[in-house]
């Protein structure tokens, strides 16, 4: 059983920049493919971006590209979500999520079977 954890997340304005952070509790950490997605009122739930088990790889959504970076810490089995440049439309419940071994792109919700609880943003005009 895997357990995450996100926190961060709080109203913040346009143009400016949040940190959210996600603490899993899964011994296979080092090894995880780690995603963030995101749901707004009234949507479903979206990609944000993932990072691989070594941080050599990520991805993101177009719509975060250049304003979004994805990181992580391995010795401290955390995934970060760094925000800048923030705009109402990020307004959203964040989660992040574990991928499933071989997980073929990354950006499926039905590639990661666990999920953390979520963490409000709210980004005002």
């Known amino acids: 059983q895997v357990q995450l954890v996100e926190s961060g997340g709080r109203l913040a304005q346009a143009g400016g920049s949040l940190r959210l952070s996600c603490v899993s509790s899964?011994?296979?950490?080092?090894?995880?493919?780690m995603g963030w997605f995101r749901q707004a009122p009234g949507k479903g739930r979206e990609f944000v971006a993932f990072i691989n088990w070594d941080g050599t790889n990520t991805d993101y959504a177009e719509s975060v590209k250049g304003r979004f970076t994805i990181s992580r810490d391995n010795a401290k089995n955390i995934v970060y979500l760094q925000m800048n440049g923030l705009k109402p439309e990020d307004t959203a419940v964040y989660y992040c999520a574990r991928g499933v071994d071989g997980a073929p792109s990354g950006i499926e919700e039905s590639e990661y079977d666990y999920w953390g609880q979520g963490t409000q943003v709210t980004v005002s005009s």
């Open positions: 899964g011994r296979t950490f080092s090894d995880d493919l």
